[in-house]
């Protein structure tokens, strides 16, 4: 057969796809390409701290099974994400005193993770998402405020102990290359497995954009998170443009898509990609950056772009 699926497996990666669970219920053309062309599952927003339990200790699982049951009919592995966040997190989680969050962390993670801790479809989580700001430094949120960086290690010990099977990752965007966050992202991780903190994958998040050029040396970013006894993952790739699209933009977006793919299947701890979506007529890029777009794989129509074709040579390549 001839699906990115089975050329990743033949390469021994999974090709992943994030995932929404209203056109996943509405639309034909959105679950036949879902469910053939990828073999492994990320819920966009599903299992977000907001969609799992929006008030303390009334959780919410509609969402994330919708994501979870997909999958398992599909024969798909899923990747949990995320437990702990800035972002979607639910008002009565950022207004709790530091023992009263870190309680609520814990239970969080405790119930989230073990949910579908015996699931043999969840095989891996985002336990912790975007803990640095852009300059490499610690992110100033609500987390690191009221509980300093302890609660990063403390979130590892909850999903170990909720999931001992699943891999356990940090994730985070603009640490693709080497630059200044991906070293403060390698001295953490670093920092972390000295203490025994069961870290086991690096996400590079990989939101990326034509005009500010391919990173550099992603290739040997992946081989020095490798070196440390990690996984990698590409966890969040697309590759946004001005639109319109036009075949210039669409033949380096599609460049690109290949680097990508490629810097992956020379790491031999790089375990895969995952693209955020896969139809640009679902994408997070339009409402974030007004006139970018066209990020993905497929058109609004859910026609296959050139960067499909090189997600798939690549990926068939060998
Ligand atoms: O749930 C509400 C719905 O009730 C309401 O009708 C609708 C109206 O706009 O909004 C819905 O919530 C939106 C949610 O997506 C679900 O569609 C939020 O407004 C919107 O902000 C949210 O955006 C998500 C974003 O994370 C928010 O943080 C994107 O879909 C999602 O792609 C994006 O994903 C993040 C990763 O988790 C982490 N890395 C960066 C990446 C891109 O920002």
């Known amino acids: 057969a001839d699906s990115l699926r089975d050329h990743a497996a033949a390469r021994g990666k999974f090709i992943g796809a994030a995932l929404a669970t209203s056109p996943l219920s509405g639309e034909t053309a959105y679950r036949t ?111 690191y405020q009221k509980l300093g960086d302890s609660y990063i290690a403390d979130a590892f010990r909850a999903a170990r102990a909720a999931d001992p099977d699943a891999r356990l990752c940090i994730n985070d965007y603009n640490v693709e290359g080497v630059n200044a966050k991906s070293t403060a992202m390698y001295n953490l991780v670093k920092s972390l497995r000295a203490q025994n903190v069961p870290v086991d994958c690096v996400g590079l998040q990989s939101h990326l954009a034509i005009q500010y050029g391919f990173p550099g040396q992603v290739q040997q970013n992946m081989q020095r998170f490798a070196d440390l006894g990690v996984e990698v993952r590409v966890t969040e790739l697309d590759i946004r443009l001005q639109t319109p699209r036009d075949a210039s933009k669409d033949a380096q977006q599609a460049t690109y898509y290949t680097n990508m793919v490629n810097a992956c299947l020379a790491v031999s701890r790089c375990s895969g990609i995952t693209i955020w979506g896969f139809t640009d007529k679902y994408s997070w890029v339009p409402d974030t950056f007004p006139g970018q777009g066209a990020a993905l794989i497929y058109d609004e129509g859910y026609n296959r772009k050139p960067s499909y074709t090189a997600v798939h040579d690549a990926l068939a390549g060998g």
Not at 88 to 116: C, E, F, K
């Open 33 to 143: 390409i879902a469910g053939t062309e990828f073999n492994q599952i990320t819920a966009e927003n599903a299992m977000k701290w907001d969609a799992t339990e929006p008030s303390q200790n009334q959780f919410s699982w509609s969402a994330a099974d919708t994501i979870v049951n997909f999958a398992t009919q599909n024969g798909q592995q899923v990747h949990g994400h995320t437990l702990v966040w800035h972002n979607q997190t639910p008002g009565w989680v950022q207004n709790l005193g530091a023992d009263a969050l870190r309680s609520a962390m814990r239970n969080h993670i405790a119930q989230v993770a073990g949910r579908y801790a015996a699931n043999p479809a969840v095989v891996s989580w985002d336990v912790v998402n975007e803990v640095f700001d852009d300059n490499g430094n610690m992110r100033d949120s609500f987390w």
